[in-house]
């Protein structure tokens, strides 16, 4: 049996090992004899909608190679379906890279979360290799290109938060997006209810909806909140970025959309705008000039100069 495959996994052929990782939704499991690769089990109060599993998985599945490595290079993109009978309990999914974890003080190997990225560094954390300004600079345009690629493939994300994005900068700067299931073919259901994270929510999107325009929105979030080490900042609020992680063109650009982006709902700036404002080709759009007003003359001052390829005004 390979995962790559995307044939549905029977759960008795698995055998469980460590359990890694644990949260509302579900476990998540080691595997015996699938190296780098995990299991998603839900709970067994949860009932997934299958087949949009299936249509997860068919995503990848239907990429060509090169997009089908760029994609699990940066996401932990369901790989199959894990089955029980006739009830889907769960997804295997590729383990994240080893540059995306730190081992803590007692020993403990943690998921470098964006959380760290968003704060100062503390003592607790230290083993964590902190960005340069123009690294962080990169971690930002990199999540800006992972949503947008996702977008163009038809796919609504759904829950982004501190959380279910990882980040690196051995040997460079690199994100990599969990909890893909949540994500959702636009038009189509989604595996589970999609969530929301506190502080992390679109407070203008009607209760219960989740569209692009909230990726866009959760998207400034992210963009913002890296280039200003700040955990909170929002719309509305003041952007003030790290020193030396944006030149002053490219920080009129960020601000002008992080403004934006507190708009109404459908109306949020889109991620091409904030890869052209990121890499500081962004256009201040003017008001069209308008033209002089033209002076009124009396048609009678003019005489036969006009023959003569010369135009003056007569002295009455």
């Known amino acids: 049996m390979s995962a790559d495959d995307g044939i549905d996994t029977p759960l008795a052929t698995l055998r469980l090992l460590d359990r890694v990782g644990d949260g509302g939704q579900g476990e998540v499991h080691v595997l015996d004899g699938h190296p780098g690769v995990l299991y998603k089990a ?141 994500a959702r073919q636009a038009g189509r259901a989604p595996v589970l209810a999609q969530a929301d994270t506190i502080d992390w929510n679109d407070p203008q999107a009607p209760p219960g909806v989740v569209t692009v325009d909230s990726d866009r929105y959760k998207a400034a979030l992210a963009v913002g909140r890296i280039l200003a080490q700040d955990a909170y900042t929002a719309p509305g609020k003041p952007l003030t970025p790290v020193p030396g992680v944006l030149d002053d063109r490219r920080e009129a650009a960020v601000r002008r959309l992080f403004d934006r982006a507190g708009g109404s709902f459908g109306s949020r700036p889109g991620l091409g705008e904030w890869r052209t404002a990121l890499a500081g080709r962004d256009v201040i759009k003017l008001a069209a000039a308008r033209p002089a007003p033209r002076p009124d003359v009396d048609p009678s001052k003019f005489d036969g100069a006009r023959e003569r390829g010369t135009i003056s005004l007569r002295e009455d």
């Open 42 to 182: 839900y709970r067994p109060t949860l009932h997934p909608d299958g087949d949009a599993l299936a249509a997860l998985v068919g995503v990848r599945r239907g990429l060509d190679p090169a997009d089908r490595d760029w994609l699990d290079e940066r996401a932990a993109w369901p790989l199959c379906r894990v089955t029980d009978g006739d009830r889907v309990t769960g997804f295997l999914m590729h383990r994240a890279p080893e540059s995306m974890a730190w081992r803590a003080s007692g020993g403990d190997t943690k998921l470098t979360e964006l959380a760290y990225l968003l704060r100062p560094a503390k003592a607790a954390w230290q083993a964590v290799v902190q960005p340069s300004p123009a690294e962080r600079y990169a971690l930002a345009v990199a999540v800006v290109e992972l949503i947008d690629r996702l977008h163009a493939m038809g796919l609504v994300l759904g829950d982004l938060s501190q959380a279910n994005v990882l980040w690196t900068v051995r040997p460079g700067p690199a994100v990599y997006l969990l909890d893909c299931d949540g």
